[in-house]
């Protein structure tokens, strides 16, 4: 094992450790005794099952990342990047054809490793504690629309990428990220109206007291109803949510209608407000502009390591190249990624602290955002005790019972 292999596969075990210590202490964490706060919301027996549930899915995601990892090890010590590299060059079409079978090989590799525990995952975990309603047919139609899509969408973008690497020289990373850029601001644009409708079906609001609640609130923040849509979360989960996505024209808040079933009208306007609250705040785009800063920078880092032999020896492989490059530094950069997910997690944090406010102070009603919060809570069994160290690694939103302290804040400055 070469030197910058060994420090490479270090800096993953550690990653692994820190995430294997903070699951562990999230379950020493969890309390027999319902908070405070809960008294009335959670029976025993549901929050038994909720504590039952964190169990399970802690368990499961450990297995799932020790055969990953396994997985990327006998693979990467098997000579499997450079007997998939062989495989790609012996084609002879040249490094953009070659760079697109090898990291189209690859794609189809890690998604035939990740199904049998998105099968499991649907099917047992979620189907034993009541949650799932995805039929077998839907779970197939999901995975090959999802398939084809990454193909249709991301092919294209990587054959250019492996095409400006080939021939633009030493500005190359800077035209890529110009593509990448023009490419994600656009897909991220449509993907509301064009893609998304794949998957689900989105309907308007229909007629009746809701509607007209929405109506009169939507108004008053100057949010038009018109990107106000239903979806048909029920078809796949009995889990409730509700999102903002988009920006401009194509901007949409959807509301589950597993959501619109379990809540009272005033708590789901506290819902909407909330998702008025990242349009307003500009999160979505804020959180665009990041991403594509975040790619910029990876590329000119990459464009600096991509012809360096150690790289390549580190994982085994004879011939230096574009494609094999870019997944040889993603692995390389996997724990410096991790640090920065920490950061991104505590900023998307920051953002529902910001819109849980603005719901508050438009609805004038922080009492209805803290009861669908707290209905939500134990409809998705959520864990009201989290460690704070897989908060700070993993959790896009606060904890309940932080979340609910914020906005009574709010309610009584
Ligand atoms: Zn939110």
Redesign the pocket.
């Known amino acids: 094992m070469s030197p910058a292999a060994a420090a490479i596969l270090l800096a993953l075990l550690a990653v692994r450790a820190v995430e294997i210590a903070a699951a562990l202490l999230n379950l020493r964490h969890l309390r027999p005794e319902i908070p405070a706060e809960m008294e009335g919301v959670y029976d025993r027996e549901a929050y038994e099952r909720s504590q039952e549930y964190a169990r399970a899915t802690t368990r499961a995601g450990l297995v799932r990342q020790g055969v990953d990892l396994a997985a990327l090890c006998a693979f990467w010590f098997g000579g499997g990047f450079q007997a998939l590299d062989e495989l790609a060059r012996a084609w002879g079409g040249g490094p953009v054809l070659a760079g697109l079978i090898f990291l189209g090989a690859l794609l189809l590799l890690s998604t035939l490793l990740s199904l049998p525990f998105a099968v499991h995952g649907t099917f047992v975990l979620e189907a034993r504690f009541g949650f799932n309603r995805t039929t077998p047919r839907t779970f197939v139609l999901d995975r090959l629309k999802g398939l084809a899509l990454a193909l249709a969408l991301g092919g294209p973008l990587l054959a250019a990428v492996l095409a400006i690497f080939a021939h633009a020289g030493r500005s190359a990373w800077l035209l890529c990220w110009a593509a990448v850029a023009a490419y994600t601001l656009v897909v991220q644009f449509v993907a509301p109206t064009w893609i998304m409708p794949l998957f689900h079906t989105f309907t308007p609001l229909p007629a009746g007291e809701l509607r007209e609640r929405i109506e009169r609130y939507a108004a008053s923040v100057r949010f038009s109803l018109e990107n106000v849509f239903l979806m048909d979360g029920s078809r796949r989960s009995s889990r409730s949510n509700?999102?903002?996505t988009g920006f401009g024209r194509h901007r949409r808040i959807a509301l589950f209608d597993t959501l619109v079933a379990q809540l009272a009208p005033g708590e789901l306007v506290a819902v909407l407000a909330?998702?008025v609250?990242?349009y307003v705040r500009r999160?979505v785009l804020k959180g665009t502009l990041l991403s594509i800063a975040h790619t910029g920078a990876m590329l000119w880092a990459f464009s600096l390591v991509s012809g360096r032999q150690w790289l390549y020896e580190a994982f085994l492989v004879e011939r230096a190249s574009v494609h094999a490059g870019l997944v040889l530094f993603g692995i390389l950069l996997a724990p410096a990624e991790a640090v920065l997910g920490v950061a991104l997690a505590a900023w998307s944090r920051r953002?529902?602290y910001e819109?849980?406010r603005f719901a508050a102070e438009t609805t004038g009603a922080p009492g209805e955002m803290v009861a669908a919060l707290k209905k939500l809570s134990v409809q998705n069994l959520s864990n009201l005790t989290p460690h704070p160290l897989l908060v700070a690694l993993r959790y896009s939103?606060p904890p309940l019972l932080e979340r609910i302290a914020a906005i009574r804040a709010v309610g009584n400055a």
Do not use: L, Q, V, Y
Request: avoid cysteine; proline fraction near 0%; charge should be negative.
């Open positions: 509700a999102f903002f909330h998702e609250g990242h999160h953002n529902e819109a849980d939103h």
